[in-house]
């Protein structure tokens, strides 16, 4: 199982990853790494005599990566993409990863610079992060492993109560934002023959965003959440989480926006290229384990539960629709795709009572 976005973009600085599976959208040149400014740039490090030095092919095309083998270990360069690298925006991640590891929490350690400590080397313009290095396996679609990034998503947010940051932070979600509904024109304007799809599918996002307007989820507390929790974040061994990665998204919202995102990521069932043939339903084994496994550490309460469906049907057509919206070119088979997306939205909808009853029995 993969899930449909390999990340939930973040709505104030809209994502260009593609949808997985079939007909995705050309993929642009990854980008890497001059020769002279690998070397100036690890002359900021102490890290021992270089061993090797190899492409680390993951992630954002614009955010290039290597993986650098040293005598002190196995570090990870990673240069900031154009956008995502406003020094602000980066202090604030930083200083929440290095609280989250002061509490154990399971990361990649940032290292800091040899002169100065810092955890950030700003050079030319461009910003840099030096990782440590962490082994393990890709989401094995166990329902152990399931039920552990549940528990890690409820540990973070536990961990999180007491986090207080300097820095300002985004406060978008996928839930309610006119982001999405100005994705729906722009997709319209690329292909006409799309209309009608778009048009159903922008009322359902209006039916559940409504769901959780008037459950009152606008005056509900917020905290630090995530907002990108997904397999695709995760390292594993032998069915635990051992490391969560990717922190560009966290910012603060009411906690459930974060938990419907994860509980959809990992119970949705992608099958094969041909995404016609993808089931409606979700894996309702895999969404109850990752709740449970939320739920071991801190409890949702019955209005949480029962607006997570709705959440689950904004979510997913965000993922889906914000994409589109910002590809210079369409999927291949974006009817198909757009076909599919409704019919697991309607089985969210129509099931609301089903999900919710599985999590309160």
């Not at 990566?65 to 040293?70: D, E, R, V």
């Not at 989250?100 to 940032?110: I, N, V």
């Not at 910003?127 to 540990?155: C, H, K, N, W």
């Not at 509900?220 to 490391?243: C, I, K, S």
Request: hydrophobic residues 40%.
């Amino acid at each position: 199982m993969r899930p449909i976005l390999p990340a939930m973009p973040p709505l104030d600085v809209p994502s260009h990853a593609s949808p997985s599976g079939t007909g995705q959208f050309p993929a642009a040149e990854r980008e890497s790494f001059a020769t002279e400014e690998l070397a100036v740039v690890l002359s900021h490090y102490d890290i021992g005599v270089l061993q090797s030095v190899a492409k680390f092919p993951r992630g954002s095309r614009k955010a290039p990566k290597l993986l650098i083998t040293s005598e002190c270990g196995r570090f990870i360069l990673k240069r900031r993409a154009r956008g995502k690298d406003d020094p602000q925006k980066v202090a604030f991640a930083h200083a929440l990863q290095a609280f989250l590891a002061e509490k154990q929490f399971p990361l990649p350690q940032l290292i800091a610079t040899r002169t100065d400590g810092q955890s950030m080397l700003q050079w030319q313009g461009a910003v840099y992060e030096l990782f440590e290095y962490i082994s393990g396996q890709a989401y094995p679609q166990t329902l152990e492993a399931t039920y552990d990034s549940g528990r890690v998503l409820g540990l973070f947010h536990k961990l999180l109560e007491t986090f207080v940051s300097a820095y300002d932070c985004p406060t978008a979600s996928y839930h309610n934002q006119r982001s999405i509904e100005q994705a729906f024109t722009t997709i319209s304007a690329k292909d006409a023959a799309l209309h009608l799809m778009l048009q159903t599918l922008q009322q359902l996002y209006r039916e559940a965003a409504q769901r959780g307007e008037d459950n009152g989820i606008a005056s509900w507390p917020t905290q630090y959440v995530h907002a990108d929790w997904h397999p695709g974040n995760m390292l594993f061994r032998e069915n635990h989480v051992v490391a969560v990665i990717d922190y560009d998204s966290c910012r603060r919202l009411p906690r459930i926006i974060d938990i419907a995102n994860g509980a959809l990521q990992f119970s949705i069932i992608t099958a094969g290229e041909d995404v016609g043939s993808w089931p409606d339903y979700p894996d309702e084994s895999r969404f109850k384990r990752f709740i449970r496994g939320y739920d071991q550490l801190t409890l949702l309460s019955r209005a949480e539960v029962r607006v997570m469906p709705a959440l689950m049907v904004e979510a997913l057509i965000a993922q889906s629709i914000l994409p589109m919206a910002v590809s210079s070119s369409m999927r291949s088979d974006a009817a198909a795709f757009l076909r599919m997306v409704e019919r697991k939205v309607n089985w969210l909808m129509q099931s609301a009572g089903k999900l919710v009853d599985l999590l309160e029995i």
